[in-house]
């Protein structure tokens, strides 16, 4: 029965026309931000996401007011020059006070969130066009999305990925090594200007589905169970983007369910189930396999110890 | 007891400037300003949890509920990465978002709990005139302004008490573990005024405008002053007027009160990180380039020195070939030190140092 | 007068891999180096010591234009450091970087040669193989796919030798290498750069273990914000010059 009625759910994406464009959207959604959060995670600039997202609200906010549409691609526009104003301003301020990064991210987030909910009260206040359309952007609004937005996420996801594939070799080697990276000539500014864009990009995408309070999770938490179960960065993006999508539209189909049951939530609930069972299973990291090694190990560990010596000798032996 | 609304709303706004802009120096300090940003979401949860358990807003019940989900949420967060699976900022971006989003879901599945989702957010400060309280059919004014008033009282005696053992906690672990004096203790305790004002906040406010109370004004203060017991009191200030502001533009514009507050603290944030005393960036950028010049005068100076010492002549197209300094650069240092008779310019055109040169060389590498 | 100086330039240059001219790098106000004359010899194994804050990461990061130079030249074979960067390899401190990296130890090596690959051009067989004969060299053929957190320190720094090994460049410059690895990765290092060096190379190397210096180096450098001696190890190692390099306030020198 239960399955008959999952089964039922699933096909809706198929059937249902409004389902089918919530659950490609919040796949877009995972897809993207799983793959670039794993630089935020890497860089560790996991906070800086949940900034720049609370930044874009009163991109929303202008955009609205001075261009008068709901256009999404418009709103995106403006979103994306907030968050990424938001990003300068954290930086800057971390840059050139003492300051540390923790109170320079709160600063950004809440005095930025307040200016975009000033906005949104005063677009509400002179009336006319309802706001209804513009607070999705707190908590996301997946079921709002149609064809259009679909398309328009789609583009702006294909446009973050083309960048992600042609510099891959470059966001690695900053990421990981960066002052290696310079001395060999890639120019490290620009290079974490690129990626901070296409990280904004992956952040404007999210606030239509999991809205700016969420968003910080879309980040992180599919780029950090897909840690636990690897130790290769394409392996882990790939991951991650595949943690990413599963999580929007299992969420989505579950939202589907249930009435007034918000898209965001549940997604964000779903990827960090996700993320639990990584920790628990997976094989290298996992709690589970190292409750298991850690039983055999004290049987199997003086052993281990001489072939380790042993190897070790053999190495060295031919240097 | 009638007071006008108007005074309520700017009472309240002050009590809670005032509460979270004290608390709100020690999480600057001790680079936790993030914790607050979790612990502000992820009270939602436990007020809810607190309002189902015993089917209504009890304000003892929602603060304890709220408490215990801070204090859940700082566990849990220690716990992933202590684990050393995560580290400290992605373990908060995992767990507040989780703690909040089940409240929502909770409020939103649950009719009866009275709570607006967005307001969760922005707070609804401006119903805090008619949420009054009665003591024996006695009306005896704004509940929210007793609850704060009342968390006030506990947040200054905790400062007051706990001084010493916070400022050496917050600026010398070790010293202070040392000393005897504590510093988990005192973190704890620290971390449950930040969930107590939190929730307490959270009811009137919401959730951001308690995170821009907590590390706004704190952060200002921290760019005006060294001293801690300085710090608190700009810090409150900086917090009260920003909701006094904060208000009455609300009113004048007729938006959002508290994201106006928080967009007053910001900008307010923003001029004394401009304009600031010593180290705003105006000053700051002074400073620079004038230390820079300075610099780069006892670079040439020395330079001459050096190269007359081993019997090589320095002109300004020498200069700026040696020290890699573009012919601009060089020619406008190379007319400054002759104006400021640290050099003097032979018949060929060449750089010898006065007296004056010499000793500034010499000074400076004392 | 001009023509005489580059005739001496071009003889220098036969000489030396490296050379600075009145370099000095300042951070705000306080100086991290000072006025600095010095030339890198060719083939000469040469190290860097002074005393903790002396400008000794710094030395080396300037000369590769990492830190910005607040006056004076560096030259490599003759060229600015951006047009002969293919020259030079470098080996920055082992805890720069984050070991808990998703990468493997051959992935590590491979960026070295991201820089001769150039932009959108991605890795392929030949650097993979090159990377394999680079980890090869300093006896970690059987670590190639461990993840680089699960090496041990000094694994970690026969990783990031090779790195600079597959850079195949002419100057090496490294930042305490030698810092705190086991004897069998320190032997593994010098036997590499040993050969390096008959091949002609030049190495520079930020060392802390005074002890060391006339065991293992040709050249020595003594800094301490200014130039303390520079020159081959019988001459300069010497206890007045060390005395001068460690004493505890250095001023500037004139």
């Given at each position: 029965m239960i399955l008959e009625e999952i089964l039922s759910i699933f096909l809706g994406i198929f059937t249902d026309y409004t389902l089918r464009y919530v659950a490609l959207g919040s796949a877009i959604l995972g897809i993207t931000s799983g793959a670039l959060g794993c630089f935020t995670v890497l860089r560790k600039q996991s906070l800086f996401g949940d900034a720049i997202a609370h930044a874009a609200l009163p991109g929303i906010g202008f955009a609205y007011l001075f261009a008068g549409t709901k256009d999404s691609l418009l709103l995106m526009l403006g979103a994306a020059i907030f968050a990424w104003f938001g990003g300068m301003i954290t930086l800057a301020i971390t840059n050139t006070t003492r300051i540390k990064q923790d109170a320079a991210l709160g600063i950004t987030l809440s005095v930025f969130f307040g200016l975009g909910i000033v906005l949104l009260s005063y677009l509400q206040s002179i009336g006319g066009a309802s706001q209804g359309g513009l607070d999705?952007?707190?908590?996301?609004?997946?079921?709002?999305?149609i064809e259009s937005d679909v398309i328009n996420l789609g583009i702006l996801s294909a446009l973050c990925f083309t960048i992600l594939i042609l510099f891959y070799k470059e966001f690695k080697i900053t990421t990981f090594d960066s002052s290696f990276g310079q001395s060999l000539g890639f120019p490290i500014k620009y290079l974490n200007v690129l990626l901070t864009s296409v990280i904004v990009v992956a952040v404007v995408i999210g606030l239509h589905t999991v809205g700016v309070v969420l968003m910080v999770s879309m980040l992180i938490a599919p780029a950090a169970a897909a840690r636990q179960w690897t130790s290769n960065l394409k392996n882990m993006i790939i991951l991650s983007a595949i943690f990413g999508g599963l999580s929007g539209i299992i969420g989505s189909m579950i939202s589907s369910t249930a009435e007034g049951m918000s898209t965001g939530p549940v997604i964000v609930i779903t990827i960090t189930a996700i993320l639990g069972i990584s920790f628990v299973?997976?094989?290298?990291?996992g709690y589970l396999f190292k409750h298991l090694r850690n039983q055999r190990k004290s049987q199997i560990s003086l052993d281990n110890i001489k072939t380790i010596s042993d190897k070790e000798k053999e190495n060295h032996g031919n240097i | 007891m009638e007071i006008s609304s108007d005074l309520i709303i700017i009472g309240t706004a002050v009590l809670v400037a005032a509460n979270c802009a004290s608390i709100g120096v020690f999480l600057v300090l001790r680079k936790m300003a993030m914790m607050s940003d979790a612990i502000s979401h992820s009270v939602l949860l436990g007020i809810v949890i607190a309002v189902f358990a015993v089917?209504?807003?009890e304000p003892v019940a929602v603060i304890v509920g709220g408490v215990l989900s801070g204090i859940l949420t700082i566990s849990l967060v220690e716990l992933l990465y202590r684990s050393g699976k995560l580290k400290q900022d992605s373990s908060i971006g995992i767990i507040f978002p989780f703690l909040f989003a089940i409240g929502v879901i909770l409020v939103t599945q649950a009719g009866n709990v009275h709570i607006d989702v967005e307001h969760v957010l922005y707070g609804s400060i401006e119903f805090a005139p008619f949420d009054t309280l009665y003591l024996d059919e006695l009306n005896i004014g704004s509940k929210s302004m007793w609850v704060l008033g009342i968390l006030a009282i506990a947040n200054v005696s905790f400062i007051v008490i706990l001084y010493k053992e916070l400022k050496i906690s917050t600026f010398d672990k070790s010293l202070a573990l040392s000393a005897g004096l504590m510093p988990l203790l005192v973190h704890y305790l620290l971390m449950i005024m930040v969930a107590t004002t939190a929730v307490v906040a959270f009811e009137s406010v919401g959730a951001i405008l308690v995170i821009a109370f907590f590390i706004v004004p704190a952060s200002a203060a921290f760019l005006l002053t060294d001293r801690l017991s300085r710090m608190l009191i700009i810090s409150v200030s900086l917090g009260i007027i920003s909701a006094v502001i904060g208000y009455l533009f609300a009113i004048f514009a007729d938006v959002s009160i508290s994201g106006s507050m928080a967009t007053i603290t910001g900008i307010i944030f923003g001029l004394v990180w401009i304009f600031?005393?010593?180290?705003g960036l105006v000053s700051r950028w002074r400073r620079i380039s004038k230390q820079r010049f300075e610099v780069d005068l006892v670079i040439v100076l020395t330079h001459i020195h050096k190269e007359l010492g081993s019997d090589r002549q320095v002109s300004t197209s020498s200069m700026s070939n040696s020290l890699g300094w573009t012919k601009e650069y060089s020619k406008k240092l190379s007319e400054f030190i002759q104006e400021q008779k640290f050099v003097e310019k032979n018949t060929q055109g060449n750089f010898t140092l006065t007296n004056i040169g010499l000793k500034k060389v010499e000074n400076y590498s004392n | 007068m001009e023509q005489k100086s580059s005739k001496k330039n071009s003889e220098s240059e036969k000489e030396y891999s490296v050379i600075i001219k009145n370099l000095s790098v300042t951070y705000r106000t306080e100086?991290?180096?000072?006025?600095i004359d010095l030339n890198f010899p060719k083939g000469q194994m040469i190290a860097i010591v002074g005393p903790n804050g002396a400008g000794k990461s710094t030395l080396i990061k300037a000369v590769m234009g990492l830190v910005p130079i607040t006056a004076g030249k560096v030259s490599i074979f003759g060229k600015t450091y951006s047009k002969n960067r293919d020259k030079v390899a470098y080996v920055p401190q082992r805890g720069s970087v984050d070991w808990d990296f998703p990468t493997d130890a051959l992935d590590v090596v491979e960026m070295g040669l991201y820089g001769k690959l150039g932009w959108f051009r991605r890795p392929n067989s030949k650097t993979r193989n090159l990377a394999r004969e680079c980890l090869d060299k300093v006896g970690l053929s059987n670590y190639a796919d461990r993840q680089i957190g699960q090496l041990s320190g000094g694994q970690q720094q026969r990783v990031f030798l090779a790195r600079a090994l597959a850079q195949d460049a002419q100057i090496y410059l490294m930042d305490e290498p030698l810092n705190g690895v086991d004897v069998i990765t320190e032997k593994t290092i010098l036997s590499i750069l040993e050969n390096l060096k008959k091949e002609g190379k030049t190495i520079v190397m930020v060392h802390h273990e005074l002890q060391t210096v006339d065991k293992y180096f040709d050249w020595v450098v003594m800094v301490?914000?200014?130039?303390?001696a520079n020159g081959p190890i019988k001459e300069v190692f010497t206890k007045i010059n060390l005395d001068r390099t460690y004493q505890e306030k250095q001023r500037m020198s004139i």
């Amino acid at each position: 029965m239960i399955l008959e009625e999952i089964l039922s759910i699933f096909l809706g994406i198929f059937t249902d026309y409004t389902l089918r464009y919530v659950a490609l959207g919040s796949a877009i959604l995972g897809i993207t931000s799983g793959a670039l959060g794993c630089f935020t995670v890497l860089r560790k600039q996991s906070l800086f996401g949940d900034a720049i997202a609370h930044a874009a609200l009163p991109g929303i906010g202008f955009a609205y007011l001075f261009a008068g549409t709901k256009d999404s691609l418009l709103l995106m526009l403006g979103a994306a020059i907030f968050a990424w104003f938001g990003g300068m301003i954290t930086l800057a301020i971390t840059n050139t006070t003492r300051i540390k990064q923790d109170a320079a991210l709160g600063i950004t987030l809440s005095v930025f969130f307040g200016l975009g909910i000033v906005l949104l009260s005063y677009l509400q206040s002179i009336g006319g066009a309802s706001q209804g359309g513009l607070d999705r952007f707190l908590f996301g609004q997946a079921a709002a999305l149609i064809e259009s937005d679909v398309i328009n996420l789609g583009i702006l996801s294909a446009l973050c990925f083309t960048i992600l594939i042609l510099f891959y070799k470059e966001f690695k080697i900053t990421t990981f090594d960066s002052s290696f990276g310079q001395s060999l000539g890639f120019p490290i500014k620009y290079l974490n200007v690129l990626l901070t864009s296409v990280i904004v990009v992956a952040v404007v995408i999210g606030l239509h589905t999991v809205g700016v309070v969420l968003m910080v999770s879309m980040l992180i938490a599919p780029a950090a169970a897909a840690r636990q179960w690897t130790s290769n960065l394409k392996n882990m993006i790939i991951l991650s983007a595949i943690f990413g999508g599963l999580s929007g539209i299992i969420g989505s189909m579950i939202s589907s369910t249930a009435e007034g049951m918000s898209t965001g939530p549940v997604i964000v609930i779903t990827i960090t189930a996700i993320l639990g069972i990584s920790f628990v299973f997976s094989p290298k990291q996992g709690y589970l396999f190292k409750h298991l090694r850690n039983q055999r190990k004290s049987q199997i560990s003086l052993d281990n110890i001489k072939t380790i010596s042993d190897k070790e000798k053999e190495n060295h032996g031919n240097i | 007891m009638e007071i006008s609304s108007d005074l309520i709303i700017i009472g309240t706004a002050v009590l809670v400037a005032a509460n979270c802009a004290s608390i709100g120096v020690f999480l600057v300090l001790r680079k936790m300003a993030m914790m607050s940003d979790a612990i502000s979401h992820s009270v939602l949860l436990g007020i809810v949890i607190a309002v189902f358990a015993v089917g209504g807003r009890e304000p003892v019940a929602v603060i304890v509920g709220g408490v215990l989900s801070g204090i859940l949420t700082i566990s849990l967060v220690e716990l992933l990465y202590r684990s050393g699976k995560l580290k400290q900022d992605s373990s908060i971006g995992i767990i507040f978002p989780f703690l909040f989003a089940i409240g929502v879901i909770l409020v939103t599945q649950a009719g009866n709990v009275h709570i607006d989702v967005e307001h969760v957010l922005y707070g609804s400060i401006e119903f805090a005139p008619f949420d009054t309280l009665y003591l024996d059919e006695l009306n005896i004014g704004s509940k929210s302004m007793w609850v704060l008033g009342i968390l006030a009282i506990a947040n200054v005696s905790f400062i007051v008490i706990l001084y010493k053992e916070l400022k050496i906690s917050t600026f010398d672990k070790s010293l202070a573990l040392s000393a005897g004096l504590m510093p988990l203790l005192v973190h704890y305790l620290l971390m449950i005024m930040v969930a107590t004002t939190a929730v307490v906040a959270f009811e009137s406010v919401g959730a951001i405008l308690v995170i821009a109370f907590f590390i706004v004004p704190a952060s200002a203060a921290f760019l005006l002053t060294d001293r801690l017991s300085r710090m608190l009191i700009i810090s409150v200030s900086l917090g009260i007027i920003s909701a006094v502001i904060g208000y009455l533009f609300a009113i004048f514009a007729d938006v959002s009160i508290s994201g106006s507050m928080a967009t007053i603290t910001g900008i307010i944030f923003g001029l004394v990180w401009i304009f600031g005393p010593n180290r705003g960036l105006v000053s700051r950028w002074r400073r620079i380039s004038k230390q820079r010049f300075e610099v780069d005068l006892v670079i040439v100076l020395t330079h001459i020195h050096k190269e007359l010492g081993s019997d090589r002549q320095v002109s300004t197209s020498s200069m700026s070939n040696s020290l890699g300094w573009t012919k601009e650069y060089s020619k406008k240092l190379s007319e400054f030190i002759q104006e400021q008779k640290f050099v003097e310019k032979n018949t060929q055109g060449n750089f010898t140092l006065t007296n004056i040169g010499l000793k500034k060389v010499e000074n400076y590498s004392n | 007068m001009e023509q005489k100086s580059s005739k001496k330039n071009s003889e220098s240059e036969k000489e030396y891999s490296v050379i600075i001219k009145n370099l000095s790098v300042t951070y705000r106000t306080e100086p991290a180096l000072w006025n600095i004359d010095l030339n890198f010899p060719k083939g000469q194994m040469i190290a860097i010591v002074g005393p903790n804050g002396a400008g000794k990461s710094t030395l080396i990061k300037a000369v590769m234009g990492l830190v910005p130079i607040t006056a004076g030249k560096v030259s490599i074979f003759g060229k600015t450091y951006s047009k002969n960067r293919d020259k030079v390899a470098y080996v920055p401190q082992r805890g720069s970087v984050d070991w808990d990296f998703p990468t493997d130890a051959l992935d590590v090596v491979e960026m070295g040669l991201y820089g001769k690959l150039g932009w959108f051009r991605r890795p392929n067989s030949k650097t993979r193989n090159l990377a394999r004969e680079c980890l090869d060299k300093v006896g970690l053929s059987n670590y190639a796919d461990r993840q680089i957190g699960q090496l041990s320190g000094g694994q970690q720094q026969r990783v990031f030798l090779a790195r600079a090994l597959a850079q195949d460049a002419q100057i090496y410059l490294m930042d305490e290498p030698l810092n705190g690895v086991d004897v069998i990765t320190e032997k593994t290092i010098l036997s590499i750069l040993e050969n390096l060096k008959k091949e002609g190379k030049t190495i520079v190397m930020v060392h802390h273990e005074l002890q060391t210096v006339d065991k293992y180096f040709d050249w020595v450098v003594m800094v301490n914000r200014n130039l303390i001696a520079n020159g081959p190890i019988k001459e300069v190692f010497t206890k007045i010059n060390l005395d001068r390099t460690y004493q505890e306030k250095q001023r500037m020198s004139i």
